[in-house]
């Protein structure tokens, strides 16, 4: 997760969830159905063998000559990308702009112990970014107590997971969730996370071995628990390569380690495909949730949850958590869209987590995280309206049916 630096002191109480009105029960029933229901409702346990590598496999790197071709372009070696060289960072070769993304599949890369060395990609921006224009934000949210989801996740939160990706620093760890793709009902291949979460912005380029794990750890076992578990139980549905990515040219041309002005348009979409296997994700899963890009105000959009996997302390990472709270307002600028705020302890790794609110008895993606305080006491997300939108269309048009 991103971080703000404030000048506030640190709190040391926390606030605990509020007990549920019929809104926040219906919320939280709703999200954590992650809407399935009919044919989207997934029957019984997952198949074990969803989109597991071989071991035999482990290694195997598949580049589409589309992608080799793009490597090629950018000088990139495409034989010595297949034998690590994608561990490689050049800096002057780092591919940044939106047309540039490539992600060739390696099969077996990510294992369960490279998946839990994965750090959050924590950052910070500057006190003056973070007080610019208070008279537009609401009050500091008291902070809200984060709570675990119920296991098993893929009955209770089947749509929520993690994205795996590489950065220069090495492996690291956001949130996402599976969303509806309007042109190809029942089949979508599509994700909802963070723009951070898969460029580093304007001063980097499109990260590398993207991955989504729905369900992840899906009967939410402790570290010590996890050194016998079954493969299936870290991944009950496989691990899901990202063939295309698309973040906002806000992030790409205004994200920085520092938050600049990237914050407020900190979303992107994932179109991805399974590791092996060949049913869409949205099938394999049996949950997706439609995305809200109405953008309503804070005061209009009623109570919100957010769900993620936080990895920095006091949390690890390997559990799902969720929080409940009324939104308030957060401006980072006169000249940038309002964010969403709420009170909420998850830390980084929630990061591109959905945002969940009830919109005409359904529950429905608004928004997600993307930044917080050092004191982890509050979540920020971008508002999701028109360019959001453009954004999803865009991806489900060019690559949903694909």
Request: charged share 20%; net charge neutral.
């Amino acid at each position: 997760m991103r971080s703000i630096r404030t000048s506030a002191p640190r709190r040391r109480g926390r606030r605990g969830v509020v007990a549920a009105t019929g809104l926040v029960a219906a919320l939280a029933l709703t999200a954590t159905a992650c809407g399935g229901s009919g044919d989207d409702k997934a029957s019984g346990k997952p198949d074990a063998t969803a989109s597991q590598a071989a071991d035999g496999d482990a290694g195997k790197v598949r580049i589409p000559s589309d992608i080799a071709d793009k490597l090629k372009e950018h000088g990139i070696d495409v034989d010595r990308w297949k034998e690590g060289g994608w561990k490689d960072w050049d800096k002057d070769k780092w591919l940044s702009e939106a047309k540039d993304f490539v992600n060739p599949v390696i099969e077996g890369l990510w294992k369960p112990e490279r998946m839990k060395s994965a750090k959050e990609a924590d950052k910070t921006i500057s006190t003056k970014d973070a007080s610019a224009d208070q008279g537009v934000s609401d009050p500091e949210p008291a902070p809200v107590t984060a709570v675990p989801e119920k296991t098993p996740y893929h009955e209770n939160a089947a749509a929520v997971g993690k994205v795996f990706f590489d950065s220069p620093e090495g492996p690291s760890v956001c949130s996402g969730t599976v969303i509806k793709d309007v042109n190809h009902p029942g089949k979508s291949n599509l994700v909802w996370t963070a723009g951070h979460c898969v460029h580093a912005g304007g001063n980097g380029g499109w990260y590398r071995n993207l991955v989504f794990v729905p369900a992840y750890n899906d009967l939410g076992k402790s570290e010590a628990d996890l050194t016998n578990a079954n493969p299936t139980e870290i991944a009950p549905y496989g691990n899901w390569w990202a063939e295309w990515a698309s973040t906002s040219n806000g992030w790409i041309q205004g994200g920085s380690q520092t938050g600049g002005a990237g914050a407020a348009y900190d979303y992107a979409v994932l179109h991805v495909k399974p590791e092996q296997g060949a049913k869409s994700l949205e099938e394999t899963v049996g949950a997706a949730l439609d995305v809200d890009f109405s953008a309503p105000s804070a005061a209009e959009a009623g109570r919100m949850g957010a769900w993620g996997y936080p990895a920095a302390p006091p949390y690890n990472g390997l559990q799902m958590f969720k929080c409940l709270d009324t939104p308030g307002r957060l401006s980072l600028s006169p000249s940038l869209p309002t964010m969403y705020r709420i009170g909420c302890t998850m830390t980084g790794g929630s990061s591109g987590g959905g945002w969940f609110r009830v919109l005409n008895g359904k529950t429905v993606l608004v928004s997600n995280t993307s930044i917080g305080p050092t004191d982890n006491t509050w979540l920020a997300g971008p508002q999701l309206g028109r360019d959001a939108e453009a954004l999803y269309q865009n991806m489900s048009k060019s690559y949903g049916g694909q």
